[in-house]
């Protein structure tokens, strides 16, 4: 059992192994030695958030696009799968009292915090077995859950913002997708309605961006850290989102969606104590010291 103190302070060490340079990043990938993470550099920059009114397939609340920029960071390479959330869940076995004390927005779960997280991811009762292969993205996992995850990782780990969730997943594209607009080309990339065949799949199976980073088309959409909220034009620079809010952000579509809903501008959002099939998450953290 670990103590509390000790994932606060040293949480799992995520900057681990470097392998060979990534294509367009200045810094090679790293590797987290316990849980197997990939981390891959996203250089800071400018892009244009959102998409334009002539896109194929706009949503309304993709508008207006707007000037973004972002320091770097690193962001995980894939989804988190179920092994890597059951490690969390093993590392859990406290009290009730020590759990409420660390999770995120404990009031959403007042007394019965631990039962609830012991009971997500692939120990959900009511997810089918066909969700729960280890390699699988995590799914039937709140907001909340995720950004407990983040904080037992440690280091500065969490959630992406919207905005580091769009300019990754864009990887310099200023198309419906990664790799452009034509859509033919995006079962290359993405399970998703037409190719899932109404599961989610291994992640990293895929073909990545051009960043190395899989599965931002598709497969699952995944919990970013800020509040919905309508766009303006006005250019901002590392934004987080509003103060408060109703719904939490999610992005990149799922295995039962269609093309529109799994391009880089695509946007959804839910109440932050849902659990679904068709969510899960990834991590971004901050420059290594």
Known sequence: MLSLGSWLLHGC????????????????????PALGIQWVWV?????????????VGRYKDEGPQHEVELSGFWMSATEVTNEQYNAFLKAMEVTNAQYNAFLVAMEV????????VE??????????????????????????????????????????????????CRAGSAGRFCFGDDEAQLGDYAWYAANANGVTHAVGGKK????GLYDMHGNVWEWCSDWYD????????????????ANRMSRGGGWSFEPRD????????????????RLGFRLVAPPAP
């Open 208 to 211: 990545p961006n051009a960043l």
């Open 43 to 55: 250089e800071g920059g400018r892009f244009m958030m959102g998409s334009p009114d002539d896109e």
């Open 119 to 168: 009971e997500s991811g692939a120990n959900d009762p009511e997810l089918e077995e066909k969700f729960k292969g280890a390699r699988q993205p995590v799914v039937m996992v709140s907001w909340d859950e995720a950004r407990a995850f983040c904080e037992w990782v440690g280091n500065g780990v969490t959630l992406p913002t919207e905005a580091q969730w769009e300019y990754a």
């Open 262 to 277: 799994c391009r880089s501008a695509g946007r959804d959002r839910d109440d932050p104590k849902d659990r679904d099939d």
């Open 230 to 245: 309508a766009y303006t034009a006005d250019p901002a620079k590392d934004p987080a989102g509003p103060a408060a809010g």
């Open 13 to 32: 060490g995520i900057w681990g192994s470097t392998s060979g340079p990534a294509s367009g990043n200045s810094q090679p990938p790293r590797t987290d």
């Open 109 to 116: 779960h007042g007394g019965e915090a631990w039962e609830k």
